[in-house]
């Protein structure tokens, strides 16, 4: 690991464990600060991995700072969710998973049959039916975008399966639980651990991606 790509590595943990307290404490001002710099950081990791270590058969750099820029305006919109800008940062993170779909697509693909499609679809299907149509059914007036954006969710999981990479369907997954926990502390119960374990599962699924990428 070279000085470069250590640094940000250090820097893009402190700071997310500095976003992670900001939410447990309800200090708003640190989250309001820190929550985009861990995107920005994550941003940084990506180009290092891309420039100092890029491995054979990884994506363009584009499709990835694509999704980190979205899910960055998302994050933003949804610092203060109200029901419009909650429509806002569905739709960026709607087009960043786009944009990571584009990316995983750009991957060399394990020879053989894809394994990890055997975890993927048990997976979606169990969190679906436990979580997923609860989500969509409170949704009321958002039952269209949320909808469509769980269907986009689901092709994340699955394209990323279908690539035989354990660690990439690892941080999609995680993902996947990052956003049901959040919709479903939204629009159908809302528990006092939710925020929390909502922003620690998004900050790790999207290390675990870009990692996955470029290791």
Not at 55 to 80: K, M, Q, R
Request: with cysteine.
């Amino acid at each position: 690991m070279t000085t470069h790509l250590w640094v940000i590595s250090v820097a893009l943990g402190v700071t997310a464990l500095i976003n992670w307290g900001s939410v447990l404490r309800g200090d708003h001002v640190v989250e309001r600060i820190t929550k985009p710099l861990v995107v920005l950081l994550l941003m940084g990791l990506a180009w290092s991995l891309y420039w100092e270590g890029r491995a054979p058969g990884s994506p363009p750099l584009l499709p990835v700072i694509v999704a980190l820029a979205f899910c960055l305006l998302g994050d933003i919109a949804l610092l203060h969710a109200t029901e419009t800008r909650f429509l806002v940062g569905l739709g960026a993170f709607l087009v960043g998973h786009l944009a990571y779909v584009w990316a995983i697509l750009e991957t060399v693909r394990a020879d053989g049959f894809p394994w990890p499609i055997l975890v993927a679809v048990p997976f979606l299907a169990v969190l679906h039916a436990k979580a997923g149509r609860d989500i969509v059914r409170h949704s009321g007036t958002q039952r269209g975008p949320v909808f469509v954006y769980q269907l986009v969710l689901f092709v994340l999981v699955l394209v990323a399966a279908g690539t035989g990479d354990w660690l990439l369907l690892l941080g999609c997954m995680v993902f996947v639980v990052s956003d049901t926990v959040l919709g479903h502390d939204r629009f159908v119960h809302e528990r006092r651990w939710a925020p929390l374990t909502v922003i620690v599962t998004y900050h790790v699924a999207q290390t675990l991606i870009v990692v996955a990428l470029y290791r």
